[in-house]
């Protein structure tokens, strides 16, 4: 069923566009791609989600490929302050035949100055 | 600020002692989530509640029992846990469960430490 792999890190200079990739290549028709953050210590943040559209609100851009087989978060000026580890998420398919979001490991981005 | 709200935020309990976590939403969210996550490493499902019945169970031990009393609080009751229990358990909620059921909110967790 629908996983995501994500790099496990990444760096990006203060001020920059930050450009986190995801791949999801076996996600179903209907199931939108989302994506959280987490700072250390806190519980996920929700950024944004899209189904096939791209997508774009006040914290970010979700660029999704016409295949929905991928997909790209970004950060158009980066702060410190989005240091976090950012989780590509989709519904799986549980062994209870339930449909839930799983997380994934993530990539670490670590936003210099 | 989170508008899902977790009590206590931190929590330390002997392997004997019953306590129990809290979670609270005023959104008019049916879906309730309880995730576990350990130090550098992902959340993981436990539970999850539609319409206050539980609708996934990821075969969590017995020693953790969810209940949703009413639409808007989502309990976890402890008993019995083990050292490796200790982690920060994290609460969500969404408006349902299907495909287009809308993003998880999540509470900023209550962090558990067992003696």
């Known amino acids: 069923d629908a996983k995501t792999t994500q790099p496990p890190s990444m760096d990006c200079a203060e001020g920059r566009a930050a450009n986190l990739p995801c791949n999801h290549s076996?996600?179903?028709?209907?199931?939108?791609v989302y994506w959280y953050r987490q700072i250390h210590s806190q519980g996920p943040q929700y950024i944004i989600h899209?189904?096939?559209n791209n997508e774009t609100n006040e914290m970010a851009s979700l660029i999704i490929t016409e295949d929905r087989k991928s997909s790209t978060l970004i950060l158009p000026h980066a702060t410190l302050r989005d240091t976090a580890v950012y989780y590509c998420?989709?519904?799986?398919?549980?062994?209870?035949?339930?449909?839930?979001?799983?997380f994934g490991s993530g990539t670490r981005l670590q936003v210099q100055p | 600020d989170t508008e899902v709200t977790q009590t206590p935020k931190h929590l330390v309990m002997g392997m004997t002692n019953k306590k129990s976590l809290k979670c609270e939403q005023h959104?008019?969210?049916?879906?309730m989530y309880w995730y576990k996550q350990k130090a550098k490493k992902p959340p993981e499902l436990m539970f999850v509640?539609?319409?206050?019945?539980?609708?996934i169970n990821e075969s969590v031990p017995s020693r953790f029992s969810p209940e949703c009393p009413n639409s808007s609080l989502l309990n976890l009751h402890l008993h019995a846990l083990q050292p490796e229990d200790s982690a920060l358990y994290l609460c969500?909620?969404?408006?349902?469960?299907?495909?287009?059921?809308?993003?998880?909110?999540f509470g900023d967790g209550t962090r558990l430490s067992i003696l």
């Open positions: 969500a909620s969404s408006q349902d469960l299907g495909a287009a059921g809308g993003p998880q909110h």
């Open positions: 076996t996600i179903s028709g209907n199931e939108y």
């Open positions: 899209g189904l096939k």
């Open positions: 998420i989709v519904r799986v398919l549980l062994d209870t035949g339930r449909r839930a979001l799983t």
């Open positions: 959104m008019g969210h049916r879906a």
């Open positions: 509640y539609s319409y206050e019945k539980l609708s």
